[in-house]
Nanobody
């Protein structure tokens, strides 16, 4: 059983940056594909980025070139560096984990954190 805890959300002005962190416990971290998803009010949850245990990365088109996902297997932590933030990036961001195979579909992930709010506003 894997537990995930996110941190790092907050209020930021358009064009600003934030770094989200997600610490995992209770499993063998390197076996898991880690993903970030987000959900804005009134919208469905959407894929943001994912990273395999070996460091291969995948991004939604909407964040490509602005967001960077990374992981530190020694610290059981995955990060999401978000630059050039836009008001439309406002959402609750959640990290998720699944074994071995990367996916951009939320229902494929069996473990979820509680989420952290990111608000981009002037």
């Amino acid at each position: 059983q894997v537990q995930l805890v996110e941190s790092g959300g907050g209020l930021v002005q358009p064009g600003g940056s934030l770094r989200l962190s997600c610490v995992a416990s209770g499993g063998t971290f390197r076996r898991y594909v880690m993903g970030w998803f987000r959900q804005a009010p009134g919208k469905e949850r959407e894929f943001v980025a994912a990273i395999t245990w070996g460091g291969n990365t995948y991004y939604a088109d909407s964040v490509k070139g602005r967001f960077t996902i990374s992981r530190d297997n020694a610290k059981n932590t995955v990060y999401l560096q978000m630059n050039s933030l836009k008001p439309e990036d406002t959402a609750v961001y959640s990290c998720a984990a699944r074994l071995y195979v990367v996916s951009n579909t939320a229902s494929d992930y069996g473990y979820w954190g509680q989420g952290t709010q990111v608000t981009v506003s002037s």
